[in-house]
């Protein structure tokens, strides 16, 4: 059974072209909500660590270099079925091959660039997360219908 979580990362490269916002939309249009949001900047050794799975692989050098390069916004992020519908939601891995309207083709360029991070199965975004988060900064709300509720009752 799949669980509910998964963990998300706006890439350097989205981040200096001031896509911040437009892919934080397209996030929670797409049904997710945010339940952890960090802007922080990896260290090479952190970029090794969480990519490390691709240690040896030709580009993990310049990946290590690429994720580390400037701030990131880390997301835990949930929903239903929330892994695999993220990855629908971001598109292929190739913005070049994404299918249109997906976050990865519309803000991004390149393979190695490509705006955004989505873990690839339940386990390691449960690992991903912990990475980024402890469990006092991951905060479960349930939404609410903003037109029917006012902020402050004027007394
Ligand atoms: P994913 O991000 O779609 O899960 P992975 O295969 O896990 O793709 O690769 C991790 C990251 O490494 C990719 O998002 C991309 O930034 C980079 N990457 C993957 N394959 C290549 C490649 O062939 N050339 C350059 N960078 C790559
Ligand atoms: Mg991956």
Redesign the pocket.
Known sequence: MSTDKTFSMI?PMAVKKGYIGPILSKITEGGFQIVGMKYTQLSKEQAEEF?G??KG????E??VT??SSGPIVALALKKENAVSDF?TL?G???PAEAAEGTI?RMFAE?????A?????SDENAQIETSFFFSQRELHNVDLIDAKQYTVCEKS
């Open positions: 890439k990519y799975v691709h692989r030709p580009f993990f310049s990946l690429f994720m990855r971001i292929a891995t190739n990865r390149t393979i190695d660039a490509n955004v991070h989505g873990s690839d």
